[in-house]
Antibody, heavy 115, light 107 residues
Framework: QVQLQESGPGLVKPSGTLSLTCVVY?????????WNWVRQPPGKGLEWIGE???????NYNPSLKSRVTMSADKSKNQFSLNLTSVTAADTAVYYC????????WGQGTLVTVSS | DIQMTQFPSSLSASVGDTVILTCRAS??????LAWFQQKPGKAPKSLIF???ILQSGVPSKFSGSGSGTDFTLTISSLQPEDFATYYC?????????FGHGTKVEIK
């Protein structure tokens, strides 16, 4: 059974860096899947942030590309998101999800940007 | 970016009803369309991919159709657990984009 679990600080200061990790259970991230980050501001819709393949290949949403870095650690079976220069507009629930049609999701983690 | 438009934005229906939700892409996306159900405080749940293929474990009361720019999600015999917000998403062209959702409420 595949499970994804996000973790990271729930509070980040403005202009700081948001860093999250998604641990994957039940399938190696080195398998033939793309691993994604999606976010949802409170009360709003879903926004795709980017994806990473185990080889390290990445694709990012152009709206966030200048601030986003994703990485994968096969030894820990996890992948990570870094989002720099955050503002209040980056406050959201952040989800990790599998593949381009998001067949599996983590439970989500709320990140608030505030001083 | 491909814009995904869902309508209606909300609807009220009764238990036992059949509802049809619509999703329109701003350009053709073949059948690279997924549907999700989201309940308050929960992660989205995958229902359908490739426009019409049910995810494992999803009941057959959910069905999807369409190709190109126009897609529908049909939910038959609505039950209390089906009242939720439904999102469509295209994965034909980067960046992957979602519709703004249709909220299905109890009448």
């Amino acid at each position: 059974q595949v499970q994804l679990q996000e973790s990271g600080p729930g509070l980040v200061k403005p202009s700081g860096t948001l860093s999250l990790t998604c641990v994957v259970y039940g399938v190696p991230i080195s398998s033939s899947h793309w691993w994604n980050w999606v976010r949802q501001p409170p009360g709003k819709g879903l926004e795709w942030i980017g994806e990473i393949y185990h080889s390290g290949s990445t694709n990012y949403n152009p709206s966030l590309k200048s601030r986003v870095t994703m990485s994968a650690d096969k030894s820990k079976n996890q992948f990570s998101l870094n989002l720099t220069s955050v503002t209040a507009a980056d406050t959201a629930v952040y989800y990790c999800a599998r593949d381009r049609f998001f067949d599996q999701w983590g439970q989500g983690t709320l990140v608030t940007v505030s001083s | 970016d491909i814009q995904m438009t869902q309508f209606p934005s909300s609807l009220s229906a009764s238990v036992g009803d059949t509802v049809i939700l619509t999703c329109r892409a701003s350009q053709g996306i073949s059948n690279y369309l997924a549907w999700f159900q989201q309940k308050p405080g929960k992660a989205p749940k995958s229902l359908i991919f490739a426009a019409s293929i049910l995810q494992s474990g999803v009941p057959s009361k959910f069905s999807g159709s369409g190709s190109g720019t126009d897609f529908t999600l049909t939910i038959s015999s609505l039950q209390p657990e089906d009242f939720a917000t439904y999102y469509c998403q295209q994965y034909d062209n980067y960046p992957w984009t979602f519709g703004h959702g249709t909220k299905v409420e109890i009448k």
